[in-house]
T-cell receptor
Framework: KNQVEQSPQSLIILEGKNCTLQ??????????LRWYKQDTGRGPVSLTI?????NTKSNGRYTATLDADTKQSSLHITASQLSDSASYIC???????????FGKGTSLLVTP | EPEVTQTPSHQVTQMGQEVILRCVPI?????FYWYRQILGQKVEFLVS????????KSEIFDDQFSVERPDGSNFTLKIRSTKLEDSAMYFC?????????????FGNGTRLTVT
């Protein structure tokens, strides 16, 4: 069964600090992995998309890594801001089909 | 930047009633999706739609659910006889292609409350 597991479940950091969120998946055959940011009460917004041939991708202060061999990804947030407070969701797509497999997300709170 | 819009933002209905959730995808997008998120849980795939027909659906998308693109701009999700467990946030999404680098654009969702 295709699964996406994220850790930690929640995280609190001070403004200006860095943090790293983890994602492990069992989706096969693998197509691509996406990180989304979801503000409370809003729809998810795409941060990065990576295919199996990519092992790092950046979007401003967000840097995602992918190890397709170990089926692990991370999202690193640099110099966090209060507006980074949100749920960060790892989403993995299989080669077959249109459905995306969502993780439960990591809830990040950035405090002053 | 173009965006996916959903209406209403919040819908309250009684168990057994029919509801229609509406979405206007980004105008040049070709692939459309409905997802739902029960409070505190992960986002779950319901259905994908392309070329005026369902391309894939999940186990959740049973006979009580249907989708339609009635006029070339709107994309609707109908629940025929709502149950308490249908209470969730329903997200519409669209994408231009299903290629590797095609991001999925989500609307801000409709919160459905079944009483």
């Amino acid at each position: 069964k295709n699964q996406v597991e994220q850790s930690p479940q929640s995280l609190i950091i001070l403004e200006g600090k860095n943090c790293t969120l983890q994602c492990n998946y069992t989706v096969s055959p693998f197509s691509n992995l996406r990180w989304y940011k979801q503000d409370t009460g809003r729809g998810p917004v795409s941060l990065t998309i990576m295919t199996f041939s990519e092992n790092t991708k950046s979007n401003g202060r967000y840097t995602a890594t992918l190890d397709a061999d170990t089926k692990q990804s991370s999202l690193h947030i640099t110099a966090s801001q209060l507006s980074d407070s949100a749920s960060y969701i790892c989403v993995v797509s299989a080669l077959s089909g249109y459905a995306l497999n969502f993780g439960k997300g990591t809830s990040l709170l950035v405090t002053p | 930047e173009p965006e996916v819009t959903q209406t209403p933002s919040h819908q309250v209905t009684q168990m057994g009633q029919e509801v229609i959730l509406r979405c206007v995808p980004i105008s040049n997008h070709l692939y459309f999706y409905w997802y739902r998120q029960i409070l505190g849980q992960k986002v779950e795939f319901l259905v994908s739609f392309y070329n005026n027909e369902i391309s894939e659906k999940s186990e959740i998308f049973d006979d009580q659910f249907s989708v339609e693109r009635p006029d070339g701009s709107n994309f609707t999700l109908k629940i025929r006889s709502t149950k308490l467990e249908d209470s969730a946030m329903y997200f519409c999404a669209s994408t231009l292609t299903t290629g590797f680098n095609s991001p999925l654009h989500f609307g801000n969702g409709t919160r459905l409350t079944v009483t």
